[in-house]
């Protein structure tokens, strides 16, 4: 589930790209629980959450107990499953 979200979120990034520069994209919580709450994130932000596949952009509370937090933010975590990989 996490995936597809993640796939959502690369199409919502790039309609985005399409209307325009932005302050921040609006993207879907990426938990896997399907919960449907949209977090804003810096360009700089979610750019740097896409560095490395298994890594998603979720809310607080909304990480799972196998995932490691990688960064904390106020209103939103970067979070890893397993061993994240640069992605080429």
Same mark, same amino acid.
């Given at each position: ?6 796939? =959502?979120?690369?199409? $919502? =990034?790039? =309609?985005?790209?399409? &209307?325009?520069?932005?302050? /921040?994209?609006?993207? &879907? ?6 919960? /449907?709450?949209?977090?804003?994130? @810096? +360009?700089?932000?979610? @750019? ?5 596949? /298994?890594?998603?952009? $979720? &809310? ?8 490691? =937090? $990688? ?16 992605? +080429?």
């Amino acid at each position: 589930m996490q995936r597809l979200l993640r796939e =959502v979120n690369e199409t $919502v =990034v790039e =309609v985005n790209r399409t &209307l325009g520069p932005a302050d /921040g994209i609006d993207v &879907l919580c990426e938990c896997g629980d399907a919960c /449907g709450t949209f977090l804003t994130l @810096a +360009p700089d932000d979610y @750019a740097r959450v896409r560095s490395a596949e /298994g890594q998603f952009c $979720v &809310l607080p509370g909304h990480e799972h107990a196998d995932a490691h =937090v $990688v960064e904390r933010h106020e209103r939103w975590l970067l979070v890893a499953a397993g061993d994240p990989q640069p992605v +080429p």
